[in-house]
């Protein structure tokens, strides 16, 4: 018998769980929210696919075990992530699109090679709107992700004349992590260019050069509003062998906020965990949860920082995003062989980047937008949109 009167349920089903499709209570501090962002954080978790973020949460806290910090975020949506010349990006071209708004060849940084054109980053628009900027990376600051941010060259292998167009032409605030070789002249001229001493411009631009984390704290203490930190001469250690002289991706990021958050136009700042991605490229599930477990605690340091004041938590947009490395897979074990402290059974298609889409978490002023099916070239306009 058909029943005439139906009890219609109406069901909030979305990717994106976020207001802008599921009710103003699912994004609490959205709808605390301005219209506009002071602040934008990009996290990048270079090389993260969906199945690292299982892994790394069942390794953490077992199968039932909480969420990592970024999955708490309350506006989740994904994008494609292909380049301009690839169905497989790079990290070049994917950290371009972010960083510029256009599709790029792989290995381009925010320039096109077949005509020299190229547009603003967001690093740019945003100094050029007054506010603090900053780039934070676990790989040498000159590598392609943190480059495409500050720089505009024609391959990701020309790092000397990378870190001469961050000193000199896009001149973010902050500059946290390895790299050193490219900037105190030990790395030769890669003929791109670039000079093999920047560390002329450095100090004729006004930053402060710091090379241990003690050092860092104390230029921070005195006052310093320009700082780069070069803290190893290539690449950082990764993360579960880093020494006590150097800081850890969380504690780079809390002391570019702490900076950055003195300019009184608000900042745009660029933090990725460089190593994540190869992890990826090693199939290496180690290597993996230890560089998630590194660029988790670095989002819930900076949940916290947000946290800290009202004004934080409704003015600064928070965006984690990326692209997928080495087709990572998870294939077992039975629930009663899983727990905390234990590791998945891994499976790896690639040694490459692969071409699946990939998640965005975000939350705060702006990131409405972001509940959606995306490009990752999109970032770019609605992060420009939030901040302006």
């Not at 745009?268 to 660029?295: C, K, P, R, Y």
Request: proline residues 4%.
């Amino acid at each position: 018998m058909i029943r005439k009167n139906l009890v219609i349920f109406t069901t909030c089903f979305c990717l994106a769980f976020s207001a802008a499709t599921c009710g103003e209570e699912n994004n609490a501090s959205d709808n605390a929210s301005p219209e506009k962002a002071r602040n934008v954080i990009f996290m990048v978790p270079d090389g993260m696919g969906l199945a690292y973020v299982t892994a790394a949460r069942t390794y953490l806290g077992g199968p039932d075990g909480s969420p990592l910090a970024f999955e708490t975020l309350p506006v989740i949506g994904y994008q494609r992530t292909h380049s301009a010349d690839s169905f497989v990006t790079d990290s070049a071209a994917a950290a371009s699109a972010w960083a510029c708004g256009e599709k790029f060849r792989n290995g381009e940084i925010c320039y096109h090679g077949a005509d020299g054109s190229y547009p603003p980053s967001l690093v740019e628009m945003a100094r050029d709107m007054g506010k603090a900027t900053g780039l934070v990376a676990t790989s040498r600051i000159t590598h392609a992700t943190p480059a495409a941010f500050g720089a505009h060259v024609t391959h990701r292998d020309c790092e000397n004349l990378i870190a001469t167009n961050m000193v000199s032409v896009s001149r973010p605030d902050v500059l946290f992590g390895g790299g050193a070789s490219h900037f105190d002249g030990s790395m030769a001229d890669d003929s791109c260019g670039g000079s093999s001493d920047n560390l002329s411009a450095v100090l004729a631009n006004g930053y402060e050069y710091v090379t241990t984390y003690g050092d860092l704290l104390a230029t921070i203490d005195g006052g310093a509003d320009r700082i780069i930190g070069l803290f190893t001469p290539s690449h950082m250690p990764a993360h579960m062998d880093l020494s006590e002289d150097l800081p850890t991706l969380a504690e780079m990021s809390t002391a570019a906020l702490d900076i950055l958050e003195e300019n009184d136009t608000g900042f745009f700042v660029l933090i990725e965990g460089s190593q994540i991605d190869w992890a990826g490229h090693a199939n290496d599930l180690s290597f993996l949860l230890g560089e998630m477990t590194g660029f988790n605690e670095a989002v819930e340091a900076v949940k916290d920082w947000i946290s800290g004041s009202p004004e934080r938590l409704s003015e600064t947009l928070l965006v984690v995003a990326d692209h997928e490395t080495g087709g990572f897979a998870i294939n077992g074990p039975y629930l009663d062989q899983a727990g905390a402290g234990f590791p998945v059974e891994d499976g790896w298609t690639s040694a490459g980047h692969t071409a699946v889409d990939t998640i965005i978490w975000s939350q705060g002023p702006g990131s409405r937008a972001l509940a959606a099916a995306l490009d990752n070239t999109d970032l770019y306009g609605i992060i420009l949109d939030a901040m302006m």
